[in-house]
């Protein structure tokens, strides 16, 4: 039985995140202070609870920052890679969620309808979905039964969680916050042992995404668990 597992973490919160504008894969803001502090608690919980033998992020800013602050607590090097980079909104880049509602309407009904459907200058969500399964597929190929950190976004890491558990079309269930931790097992049967953890930022807290994705009327299930237990 493989003791392999994955802990996604979300990158910390930048200022693009707290005005709730669009950041994909050619932001590269920088974490606020804010962001910093969930980083350092994400670290601190990952070096509580992981004896991790790797540590992945994205080449972005945001996630390369945050990784570093973990890779300093826990001793390892970062090692980058650019699949696993945010959704490409290519001209919906830097918007709020209201301008998008108001200017891309007929864009917004196609994305829910046709997965190669894609801003101006962006990506598809077919494009998108294989860059982050082939990432992460790669990383697990490297490390068979190690237990691997990977820092990445809050689009990139929906989309990788639903693809590896084997269900690609319900990546809007597991979108996670700002330096949140989610587990995955990587046995015969993949499954998640613990999803956006985030008992390790009380009293910092965290900015809500609001985007046209979000099912309101379907908020993501939290599993009853911790991290300890996970271990």
């Known amino acids: 039985m493989s003791d392999g597992k994955l802990y996604l973490v979300r990158h910390g919160e930048t200022a693009s995140n707290a005005e709730g504008l669009w950041q994909g894969k050619h932001g590269d ?95 598809s969500a077919i494009e998108f979905t294989l860059r982050v399964g082939a990432a992460l597929q790669e990383i697990i190929d490297q490390h068979q039964d190690e237990r691997v950190i990977v820092v990445a976004h809050g689009g990139s890491l929906s989309v990788g969680l639903s693809v590896l558990v084997g269900e690609p079309d319900n990546w809007q269930n597991y979108q996670m916050t700002n330096c949140g931790i989610s587990i995955v097992g990587l046995g015969p049967d993949r499954s998640i042992l613990a999803f956006d953890e985030t008992s390790h930022l009380a009293g910092i807290g965290v900015t809500a995404w609001a985007g046209v994705d979000v099912r309101l009327d379907e908020p993501p299930v939290h599993p009853e668990t911790d991290l300890e237990s996970t271990s």
């Open 29 to 123: 803001d920088p974490l606020n202070e804010r962001g910093r502090a969930q980083s350092l608690a994400a670290a601190t919980a990952l070096s509580d609870y992981a004896v991790a033998s790797a540590l992945y992020a994205s080449d972005l800013r945001r996630a390369a920052e945050t990784a570093g602050i973990i890779g300093a607590r826990l001793g390892l090097p970062v090692w980058t890679h650019t699949g696993l980079r945010e959704y490409g909104f290519g001209d919906l880049e830097g918007a709020t969620t209201p301008d998008v509602l108001a200017k891309w309407k007929i864009l917004l009904s196609q994305w829910r309808t046709d997965p190669s459907a894609k801003p101006p200058g962006g990506e």
